[in-house]
């Protein structure tokens, strides 16, 4: 099971882009990446998942490079809503699900 | 559509007692997970049902048991409650198994053993 590292916290102001990036070195052929926000006092929301190059939905974009040692979290122009936590999640067929720690996105006005 | 539900919302149990958490989902998901999530912490797998039937062990079973008893439903049970196992609990389903197969999960339930 790829174990993921992320930044703790960032800090951002509304209506700024915010990049995420979630470190995987030991990631799988067959795993997926996969990004989760929560916030407070609710369950974990799925956003994104990908598994190489770029994926874009009406939330983020998420970018992994070509190694797929890392992946980034990309969300355009946040606004306070967006204040949450954000998972990292990568896994195959049917691991062990890792959530870590996460990122606590602060978004000022 | 109610997605997951959990009940109770909050719990408050004496050390040593028992209780059992309840979940369900109307999505006619085939696989079901039960989560706890400590203070300032991410989620720990605690149990999975990959399918109605069957069930295996997360990363932190101890102290905890499960029940699929049905395809909609997936309970927890503390039988013997310590302060360790004060916690969020969170359930979640997903369409079938596998970590690239979106989660979605209920609300949550708000344990604290005394």
Redesign the interface.
């Known amino acids: 099971l790829a174990k993921t590292t992320q930044p703790i916290s960032m800090d951002s102001y509304e209506g700024q882009e915010v990049n995420i990036t979630c470190s995987h070195n030991n990631i799988a052929t067959n ?2 990446i ?1 990004w ?1 926000q929560q916030f407070p ?6 956003i994104i ?1 990908g ?1 190489k190059t770029k994926v874009t939905n009406e939330v983020a974009s998420l970018f992994i490079p070509a190694d797929r040692k890392s992946s980034t979290l990309s969300l355009p122009r946040v606004s306070l809503s967006d204040t949450a936590v954000y ?1 990292c ?14 990122t606590k996105l602060n978004v000022k006005p | 559509n109610a997605g ?1 539900t959990q009940t109770p919302k909050f719990q408050v149990l004496k050390t040593g007692q028992s209780m059992t958490l309840q979940c369900a989902q109307d999505m006619n998901h085939n696989s079901m ?1 039960w ?1 706890r999530q400590d203070p ?6 605690i149990y ?1 049902s ?1 399918s109605e039937g069957t069930t295996d062990k ?2 932190v079973p101890n102290g905890y048991n499960v029940s699929r008893l049905n395809k909609r439903e997936f309970s927890l049970r503390l039988e013997s409650a310590a302060p360790s196992q004060t916690s969020v609990y ?1 359930c ?1 389903s997903s369409e079938n ?4 197969i ?7 339930t708000r344990l604290t053993v005394l």
């Not at chain 1, 006092?41 to 799925?46: K, Y």
């Not at chain 1, 999640?89 to 996460?102: C, E, H, R």
């Not at chain 2, 198994?97 to 690239?100: F, H, K, M, P, T």
Request: no cysteine.
């Open positions: 795993d997926y996969t989760y006092s609710q369950g974990p929301r799925f998942q598994y998972y999640l990568v896994g195959g067929a049917f691991n062990k699900f890792y959530f870590g720690s996460g | 997951v997970y989560y300032g912490m991410g989620l720990r797998l999975y990959a997360g990363e969170f979640a198994r596998g970590s690239q979106p989660q979605y999960f209920g609300p949550g």
